[in-house]
């Protein structure tokens, strides 16, 4: 397994990690036996190399932490791992920080969280007085790194002022369906030593190949994701054509090629959920696929040609399906 070069990390990076929001999440719809195969999929990820895994005290309620943590005991893989969790930022001053980053260890069974984000801005509460209580957590040991998600770079490089010391990482949506971050966060984090952390490097599934407008993936995640809507598929037609292309000069899998696509970036770690063992194995193998310079570029230029719909015309999409139902 690859790793990322140049950060200063308190533990090796894997190019490929494993995200968790789907461990006991109702909203993924993967129903009761996932719960098992969740902790196989995590001792399996530690075993193909695997050292960054993602987890929030929003996953599941703090079902996802659990899960992880359960996993890692069970195996005895807690050294292997570096382990990222988030705190979701409802009034986030610095005891409540504290207090929730504990309430997140504890729920791991963890002494130390490896990477501790605040999961999005919050809107109202500056980063001065967040980053207090992620310091505070730092002397005693309860965190080594500190990241954000969803944050601006403007905001990141607040964050790291008010921190008084690097935000390792900004975890944000980024892959061949959503681009923004190519054009300032990525590069920062390649000039200056972090880590862009990928979420949704499949868009969820939909650069995979598996769905299309006729057969959409129905849950409640995707139902509210305006890119499994039938004007998204129409649009990201060349798209998907060329990484089904490039996958196929590979000898890979469509998902494949778009991960192998998102790490290509350096400083670009990504982190795909898996539903199965399968998944994730596929997901692992990327790590060591080496997309051509061109293939890259080419993707790039479709990726940026895509017009993703807006998050509005999945919500009304999804009250019409309700409705119609009665
Ligand atoms: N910080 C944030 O705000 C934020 C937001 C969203 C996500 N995240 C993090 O990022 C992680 C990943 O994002 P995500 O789960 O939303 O989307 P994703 O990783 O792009 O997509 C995951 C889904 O794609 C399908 N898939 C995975 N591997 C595949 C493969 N090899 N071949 C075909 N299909 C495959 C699976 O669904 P099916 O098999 O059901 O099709 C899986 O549940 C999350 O688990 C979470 O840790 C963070």
């Known amino acids: 397994m690859r790793h990322v ?17 789907q461990f006991g999440s109702r909203e993924w719809g993967y129903g009761e036996d996932y719960v098992a195969e969740a902790g196989r999929i995590v001792a399996r990820a530690v075993d193909l190399g695997i050292t960054l895994i993602d987890t929030a005290e929003a996953y599941g309620f703090g079902a996802s932490e659990r899960i992880v943590g359960d996993a ?44 501790y984000q605040v999961h999005q801005p919050n809107p109202v509460i500056k980063d001065g007085r967040t980053m207090p209580g ?19 770079l403007a905001r990141w490089k607040d964050a790291e002022r008010q921190l008084g010391s690097p935000v390792l990482s900004n975890q944000v949506e980024f892959s061949l369906a959503a681009m923004d971050a190519l054009d300032d966060l990525v590069p920062y984090a390649a000039s200056v030593g972090r880590v862009v952390i990928a979420w949704s490097p499949l868009g969820q599934g939909f650069l995979s190949g598996r769905y ?28 998907l054509g060329t990484l089904r292309e490039v996958a196929g000069n590979h000898g890979v899998s469509m998902s494949q ?7 290509a970036h350096p400083n670009v770690v990504a982190i795909p ?7 994730l194995e596929k997901n692992a193998a990327a790590a060591e696929i080496d997309l051509a310079a061109d293939e890259v570029a080419e993707l790039t230029r479709q990726a940026r ?15 019409a399906a309700r409705l119609h139902r009665g």
Do not use: C
């Not at 993703?308 to 999409?317: G, N």
């Open 5 to 21: 070069e140049g950060v200063p990390s308190a533990k090796p990076l894997s190019r490929i990690g494993l995200g968790t929001w």
């Open 72 to 115: 890692l005991r069970e195996h005895d893989l807690r050294d292997q791992v570096y382990v990222a969790t988030k705190i979701f930022p409802f009034f986030p001053i610095a005891p409540v920080v504290v207090n929730r980053g504990r309430a997140s260890a504890e729920r791991l069974g963890v002494e130390t969280i490896d990477l």
């Open 134 to 152: 992620m310091r505070q957590l730092q002397d005693a040991g309860v965190v080594t790194d500190v990241g954000v998600s969803n944050y601006s």
């Open 212 to 239: 299309d407008a006729d057969n959409r993936p129905a849950n409640g995640v995707r139902n509210m994701n305006p890119l499994f809507l039938p004007e998204s598929f129409e649009s990201a037609r060349e798209l």
């Open 257 to 263: 090629a778009a991960l192998a696509w998102v790490i």
């Open 273 to 279: 959920g898996a539903s199965s063992i399968e998944q």
């Open 305 to 319: 040609a895509f017009r993703r719909p807006a998050r509005t015309e999945a919500l009304k999409a999804s009250l």
